[in-house]
């Protein structure tokens, strides 16, 4: 049995979720700077946190993108995913000094 067969039709990728996550950001991203972790939007309301990430295609910049309950998706082109923003601080990121000849 295929997912359609046992679910429906499969929800598509969207650009927002209706309501915002707590502790994520939106941030767009090309297919290889995803991460696993990263919570793709669906257009059923629901945030899929990627699973597996399988890069394919000429040049392996595509990917195909596992999540739970969906089938694979092939990813080539710039997407919105929610991210953790526990790691960004407030404090500057120290730089190197550059030498004054």
Known sequence: MTYEETRGTAPAITAVLPRPLPGLMAQDVM?????????????DGVGRPVLDIRAVGG???????IFSGVPPLMVSLRLTVYRSCSRLTTQPVPGRRAAIV
């Open 59 to 65: 040049g392996q910049r595509g990917r195909c993108l």
């Open 31 to 43: 297919p290889w700077e995803l991460r696993l972790g990263d919570v793709v939007p669906f257009d």
